[in-house]
């Protein structure tokens, strides 16, 4: 773990926003525009159906021309909590943090502390892949039973804003269907782990959230 440290520069990471509870793409305040800005987050039974898949997409709105010079921001953690036991307190940590054109995963672990600040967790089990290029094959990495995937992807939020607009304003009584994508051509950068079940413990039912917490 000492050569990961040296890698990383590990420090404290603090939330950059909110808990955030629903698909925002850059309308927070606090991370409008940045790097930091989470779009979306997913959380899903994999087609292995023993494994669960989280899925973290950030920076939205990414143009195609955009896309090819997008990159992670070296200095934001992704962080998934996963609570296993119904009070809404992270139990484990699934870290994700970008350095020199790789994704290193940490978790799930138990962290280090809980809340709003965070330090790069030493144990536990710990993912390495090469960040996929946009207009490239999906590099995914597996060890020890956790598949890791980083990069480009167009992004899979289907929204009509323009019939929302609509609806908002009294000129319409509901959504078309189909509806228009405001979201289609549109790509974010996206961060995938996908995990055993009896990594993550607890009874059947868990709570899970995303922080991006920067250094």
């Known amino acids: 773990m000492k050569n990961f440290k040296f890698i990383l520069g590990v420090g404290v990471f603090a939330a950059a926003s ?14 409008q525009g940045g790097t930091s800005d989470i779009t979306d987050f997913y959380a899903f039974q994999g087609e292995n159906t023993d494994n669960l898949v989280f899925v973290a997409n950030v920076q ?10 997008a990159s992670f921001d070296e200095n ?7 609570d296993n036991t119904g009070d809404n307190v992270e139990d484990l940590v699934i870290q994700a943090l970008p350095r020199d054109g790789k994704m290193y995963f940490f978790g799930p672990v138990a962290p280090g502390t809980t809340g709003l600040s965070s ?14 290029s946009y207009g490239t094959s999906p590099i995914v990495q597996t060890t020890a039973g956790i ?28 959504f078309n269907n189909p509806g228009t994508d405001t979201f289609a051509g549109t790509n974010v950068m996206s961060i995938v782990v996908e995990v055993p079940k009896s990594m993550i413990g607890g ?4 709570n899970t959230w995303v922080e991006s917490k920067s250094k």
Not at 150 to 164: E, K, L, S, V
């Open 18 to 31: 909110f808990f955030f509870l629903s698909a925002d793409h850059i309308d927070a305040p606090a991370v």
């Open 119 to 132: 330090t790069v967790i030493g144990s536990g089990p710990q993912t390495v892949v090469d960040i996929t």
């Open 60 to 69: 939205g709105l990414l143009s195609p021309a955009a896309t090819g010079s």
């Open 203 to 206: 009874s059947g039912t868990i």
């Open 76 to 82: 934001v953690m992704i962080e998934f909590n996963i």
């Open 147 to 174: 598949s890791a995937f980083a990069g480009p992807r167009d992004d899979p939020f289907f929204f009509d804003f323009n019939q929302y607009t609509a609806i908002i304003g009294g000129t319409a009584s509901g």
